[in-house]
């Protein structure tokens, strides 16, 4: 980059955008500074030392080393998928983000290329935060991202572009900054939070051939999805209103907005829209480290976004997934025309243990997102490509599973399995009533845990599990009889008997599964870190570090719990080989 002028840059981007006809970021920023000023030292050992971890994993994306968080700007490109990612190149706690950028082939394998995107311009001098990739006409990339230009006394935000600077490497290998960035600021005449305006979304180009993106914002405890318009990709201007807010959500990070069609599984470019379409908004709060996402219309003549009644931003709405995961980004992979939902697992473990093991944080494996025929939520699940790393499967019969009943599933590798299971329920008349009152499924499921019976459940999967069960993540259903005979279905993630590590989050997880069990088989897809209910309709992930049960030692069951039998319908568990990320 030294190498051009100031005019040169200019040049270069002004050609690209022209050319068209138009021109996370760690959720809470805790600065460890005792342990950046150290952990620099210790890279090359932590290194390698990683490779012999029991807690790095076989096919979710991570780096060798160091602090990783929020995907940024996924997309593919001449037939190659990149991903970004904020990332410390000093340590394993935040801080020094740079980008850091890895491509593939095939979403499941991954090489690593130089940082794409770093600290080199006084509007990112203190930081490169989170942002996305836009498609501009042609199918040319340019990235949008958060530069931090003062951090004292706040992180003072502005919206920044960078464009490739050879378009012919489907690697994308270098990236080169408008020289008038920043793009978007925050100023009192726009009445923005300076230290709350970042992660920029994907642009979408609007029938007026006016180009849209939003920031996430708020004002007070209002979240905002600040809407910004522009002709080309170059100078923005701030529109009145926002495309959607939300009181008492405080500031919203990583906003995404996205079309999904109403008649198919098949994801839908972000620009489109029409009689089949509807939009989705999320937004990644920043009080809750929660994540939640409304279905509604988009109104192209307001630029405003209106959800769906009943869809809302809180715990009674609705959420990719209900354990951890956040400051997730979706693209358009138009070579298979599927909308691919990134997430970001941050760690459970402590500090100090992130710190001894030189890394922390790892990406969700990818998973394709489309609407549901009611209309009313998304389903999601993994991506096919994983399906190639299955390795040697194991089958079960379909067998009743009587109260208490305990079967261990051999023969798979427990730590680096995928597994899929369904039951099915007979009689129901036993069914523990369900209080009204019991309207939050995490707290639910933490009251009502794997050691809790009840008449039907619990009932599902003991993962990374010890042989004598000291240890276990236990993925369950548990089924309630709700009101006007209808039948409630639980699912819970229960980490409570995880670990022997006491200084681990052994937070417990839950979701209600809009399914019925009268007519509709129960199943259950794992990861062993990822579960997935209901062919999609509800997703836990959960981040756990055994101390018995690592390696050969951990084993994996099928149980049931409860005072009432259930059918075991079918069980097929594959181990799974590594995948090559380097």
């Not at 060798?64 to 990332?87: A, E, R, S, T, V």
């Not at 935000?157 to 600077?165: D, I, T």
């Not at 925050?186 to 300076?194: A, R």
């Not at 906003?255 to 109403?262: G, H, Q, Y």
Request: charged residues 20%; aromatic residues 12%.
């Amino acid at each position: 980059m030294a190498n051009h002028s100031c005019f040169s840059l200019f040049l270069l981007v002004s050609l690209l955008l022209a050319g068209h006809g138009v021109l996370h970021l760690e959720a809470s920023h805790h600065v460890y500074q005792h342990l950046l000023e150290s952990t620099s030292d210790h890279e090359t050992q932590s290194s390698s030392a990683s490779s012999s971890q029991p807690y790095r994993t076989g096919y979710h994306f991570q780096p060798p080393k160091n602090w990783m968080n929020d995907p940024n700007g996924p997309m593919i490109y001449k037939g190659i998928y990149h991903l970004f990612y904020q990332y410390n190149p000093k340590g394993a706690v935040w801080g020094n983000i740079v980008w850091a950028h890895s491509t593939s082939t095939d979403l499941i394998n991954w090489t690593p290329h130089n940082h794409a995107i770093y600290p080199s311009q006084p509007s990112d001098h203190y930081g490169c935060w989170s942002g996305s990739a836009t498609m501009l006409p042609g199918g040319k990339p340019v990235i949008l991202y958060t530069g931090i230009i003062d951090p004292k006394p706040i992180n003072t935000q502005v919206q920044n572009l960078v464009v490739p600077k050879n378009l012919s490497d489907p690697y994308l290998r270098e990236w080169i900054k408008y020289p008038n960035n920043p793009l978007m600021s925050p100023t009192v005449e726009n009445q923005i939070n300076g230290s709350s305006f970042r992660d920029p979304t994907t642009a979408w180009l609007g029938h007026d051939n006016i180009w849209r993106v939003i920031i996430g914002s708020k004002i007070h405890r209002k979240g905002l999805a600040i809407l910004y318009r522009s002709r080309d990709f170059k100078k923005w201007t701030k529109a009145k209103h926002p495309l959607h807010s939300a009181k008492n959500t405080g500031m919203w990070e990583c906003p995404d907005f996205f079309p999904v069609s109403t008649t198919g599984q098949n994801g839908i470019d972000t620009s489109m829209v029409g009689p089949n379409v509807k939009h989705v908004v999320k937004a990644s709060l920043d009080d809750t480290k929660h994540e939640y996402y409304t279905i509604g219309t988009y109104n192209i003549t307001l630029d405003r976004y209106f959800a769906d009644k009943g869809s809302v931003e809180s715990d009674l709405g609705l959420r990719y997934d209900y354990g951890k995961f956040y400051a997730s980004k979706t693209f358009f992979d138009h070579e298979k025309n599927r909308r691919i939902l990134w997430g970001w697992i941050n760690e459970s473990s402590s500090v100090a243990d992130d710190v001894k093991k030189g890394w922390s944080g790892i990406q969700a494996i990818p998973r394709k997102i489309w609407l549901d025929k009611s209309g009313k939520q998304l389903l999601q699940w993994p991506v096919v490509e994983i399906e190639k790393l299955r390795g040697k499967q194991i089958q079960l019969p379909s067998k009743i599973l009587k109260g208490g009943s305990v079967i261990e599933v051999s023969g798979v590798t427990a730590v680096q399995a995928d597994i899929e299971i369904s039951f099915e329920i007979s009689d129901f008349k036993k069914a523990e009533i369900l209080d009204p009152s019991w309207t939050n499924p995490q707290l639910l499921c933490s009251q009502k845990s794997a050691s809790v019976k009840s008449a039907l459940g619990p009932f599902g999967l003991l993962t990374l599990a010890s042989k004598d069960l000291q240890e276990y993540t236990a993925v369950f259903f548990r089924i309630f009889k709700g009101q006007q005979g209808k039948y409630v279905v639980l699912m819970c993630s229960d980490q409570s008997r995880s670990s022997l590590n006491d200084d681990n989050d052994k937070t417990t997880y839950g979701a209600f599964l809009n399914v019925n069990p009268l007519h509709e088989k129960l199943s259950l897809r794992s990861l062993v870190m990822e579960s997935f209910g209901g062919d999609g309709k509800a997703c836990i992930t959960a981040r756990v570090y055994p101390t018995l049960a690592t390696g050969k030692d951990a084993h994996l069951y099928a149980f049931n719990y409860g005072t009432e039998k259930v059918k075991l319908s079918s069980l097929s568990a594959w181990s799974m080989k590594k995948a090559h990320i380097y």
